[in-house]
């Protein structure tokens, strides 16, 4: 019998690179950041066949079209999902940390992320209009991001499909069931969840607890905020 293929939809700064870790550590034969293949028929096509499981930053709707057709083999999706202030808030540090981390780690990321990155290094992140102004400049990174890249980015929330399509995950996980999700893809739980590609905050967090951007979330990443409510855990 054909061994079933795992792909984890791996949302930045929600514990992802934790799961590939452990991924990795108990089933070896696996890849994770498949997004580098995920166009490429030939490679994504020899993957699917012979790994045990994928993880990239790739989302539901492009997953499921392009993986389904490079395998008949059953597929099981995964992901996990975190508060959205907190996934928005470590996102736009890790912005700052790739400049702060420099060398060939800065260099081999894309322009418009270097881009991004050194504007928001190099500005008043105590400020909140300048931080709702970075997030602003480039508000697919940032804003209801989670739900775009876990419902598909083409996912017309007027459907009313939500739960149709969370139903084709085998999980999505949220910050207290991260144990259960790594048990129920590796068949281990875990006895302690230890983080990786974690950062130090390179500004003071009181920024995100001013009126100014709760009340800027609040009506800007709703969709995330609504989804994460869905979510049991």
């Known amino acids: 019998?054909?061994?079933?293929?795992?792909?984890?939809?791996?949302?930045?700064?929600?514990?992802?690179?934790?799961?590939?870790?452990?991924?990795?550590?108990?089933?070896?034969?696996?890849?994770?950041?498949?997004?580098?293949?995920?166009?490429?028929?030939?490679?994504?096509?020899?993957?699917?066949?012979?790994?045990?499981?994928?993880?990239?930053?790739?989302?539901?709707?492009?997953?499921?079209?392009?993986?389904?057709?490079?395998?008949?083999?059953?597929?099981?999706?995964?992901?996990?999902?975190?508060?959205?202030?907190?996934?928005?808030?470590?996102?736009?540090?890790?912005?700052?940390?790739?400049?702060?981390?420099?060398?060939?780690?800065y260099g081999n990321h894309p322009p418009h992320i270097k881009e991004l990155s050194d504007r928001i290094s190099n500005s008043d992140n105590s400020n909140p209009k300048i931080v709702i102004e970075n997030i602003l400049s480039r508000k697919n990174l940032f804003l209801n991001f989670q739900s775009r890249t876990i419902l598909g980015h083409k996912f017309d929330w007027k459907s009313g499909a939500v739960h149709q399509v969370l139903s084709k995950y085998e999980m999505v996980a949220k910050e207290k069931t991260m144990l259960d999700l790594i048990e129920t893809m590796t068949g281990e739980r875990p006895t302690i969840l230890e983080r990786?590609?974690?950062?130090?905050?390179?500004?003071?967090?009181?920024?995100?607890?001013?009126?100014?951007?709760?009340?800027f979330l609040r009506e800007n990443n709703a969709l995330d905020e609504t989804l994460y409510s869905l979510i049991p855990g």
């Open 1 to 105: 019998m054909v061994k079933p293929l795992i792909f984890f939809v791996h949302i930045p700064k929600t514990a992802g690179s934790t799961i590939n870790r452990h991924l990795q550590n108990k089933m070896p034969n696996g890849r994770s950041h498949c997004e580098a293949i995920i166009k490429d028929d030939t490679k994504l096509r020899r993957a699917a066949e012979t790994f045990d499981w994928l993880s990239g930053h790739v989302h539901f709707g492009a997953a499921r079209s392009l993986i389904s057709a490079a395998t008949n083999r059953t597929i099981r999706y995964f992901t996990c999902m975190r508060e959205p202030t907190a996934q928005v808030m470590s996102h736009y540090n890790w912005l700052i940390e790739i400049q702060r981390r420099g060398g060939s780690f």
């Open 196 to 215: 990786e590609n974690e950062s130090g905050y390179h500004f003071d967090r009181a920024v995100f607890d001013t009126a100014e951007m709760k009340t």
